[in-house]
């Protein structure tokens, strides 16, 4: 069955009743070049198990179980169930679990599914939990080597900024922190049925086996992260001071210790410096 004709979409779902929900972020892609090379770029070999989240139809499903050892599909819309058993019938490879990715307990899950293989995701995400997921999936420290990932273009430019470049933001450092993302290549609006408003782009981090910095806490770290990008047209000293509330000299200190200009803003920052930042003001904090 061809899953990237428009035809044949519309008479598969029109055979099972189902109508697109924008809230559920339904928009099924159907240019046939994508899933191919998201699933080669995704799957790392043929002993790699991989999590798909939002199976759809199983467009991108199909050319993964092609290429993986086994294939996960977690699918939060039951109405997809009966049309996913239709288009991967042939494959004895892919697992469909039905329930929302950001209620599974997901280190159960990979252990259940993928027990002795390279684990990586590979998904065109649902828009609307697209950093919930990644952030979950990453802060979770779950045995993920890959996660190679369709999101919305400005989505992709967010989480790829390098910390110290004008784009980073707060969920851009925390990716740093985790991985190393790389933008992979654009995909437009017109390959989507429906069309969304904005395009898209394939993005992959490579999940780091150590933390590129030291932390004295982790969790203090992303609080500093989140007050210094929580108000980005502040400095960044007045930002961490308001939010973590501490003397704004105690914070100016230690951006002077790091070799910042007092006026400095947070996308300034590289990641060393944040984290050294969080670590000169975790004693001030308790
Ligand atoms: N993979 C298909 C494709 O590329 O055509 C569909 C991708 S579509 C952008 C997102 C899919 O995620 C939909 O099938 C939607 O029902 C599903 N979804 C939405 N929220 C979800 C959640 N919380 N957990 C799991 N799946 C979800």
Known sequence: MDLSNR???????????????KQLGQNFLIDPTVCPRMAESGVTGPDCGVLEIGPGIG?????????????????????????????????????VVQGDVLKLDLPALLQQEFAGMHIAVCANLPYYITSPVIMKLLEEKLPIEFLTVMVQKEAAERLCA??????CGAVSAAVWYYAEPKLLFPVGRGSFLPSPKVDSAVIQLRVRKAPPVQLRDETFFFRVVRAAFGQRRKAAANAVSAGLSLPKATVQAALKQIDAPASVRAERLTLEQLAALSNLLYPAAF
Do not use: M, Y
């Open 7 to 21: 035809q044949t979409i519309r008479e598969l779902l029109s055979r099972h009743g189902f109508t697109f929900r």
């Open 59 to 95: 467009v991108l499903t199909v050319q993964l179980a092609a290429r993986a050892q086994k294939v996960c599909a977690v699918e939060l819309d039951r109405r997809l169930l009966p049309v996913l058993a239709e288009t991967l019938q042939p494959f004895q490879n892919v697992h």
């Open 162 to 167: 390098a910390p110290g470049t004008r784009a």
